[in-house]
């Protein structure tokens, strides 16, 4: 997480999929993926409004080289699970869940329509 970065707009949780794994630091992560496909969710709340995210990461190993994928659609039956479980969550505490397709849908405020990017990103609060 980034809860000591004062400056950051959004708390950012990197959740491992990896059987074994109680605690992750950088020099385990790093171990992880040098030895093994490695499976992560990345969830990131919103300070300043009420907006979260979800990327789904892999670690492959191809062709004897590393090869970060991210992702909005799940990768494994895990990542199915544990973003459902987040899904639960962010209705609970009224989070809109940005992905590409959210950012570009239609809102009717007033007598303007505009997409969610504008009514969140462009608008004065």
């Known amino acids: 997480t980034d809860f000591d970065n004062e400056k950051s707009l959004c ?13 992750l630091f ?37 062709n004897d080289e590393i090869n970060l994928d991210v992702s909005q659609t799940p990768y494994i039956e895990e990542h199915q699970l544990i973003g459902d479980i987040f899904k639960v969550f962010a209705d609970e505490y009224h989070l809109l869940i940005l992905d590409d ?4 849908e239609q809102n009717v405020i007033g007598d303007k329509t505009i997409s969610i990017y504008q009514q969140y990103f462009l608008m004065p609060d």
């Open 11 to 23: 708390y950012t949780y990197l959740i491992s999929l990896n059987k074994g794994n109680e605690g």
């Open 26 to 62: 950088d020099d385990t992560i790093d171990d992880i993926i040098k030895t093994e496909n490695a499976y992560f969710l990345e969830i990131s709340i919103s300070r300043e409004k009420p907006l979260a995210s979800i990327y789904y990461w892999r670690y492959i190993w191809k």
């Open 101 to 104: 397709a959210t950012l570009h």
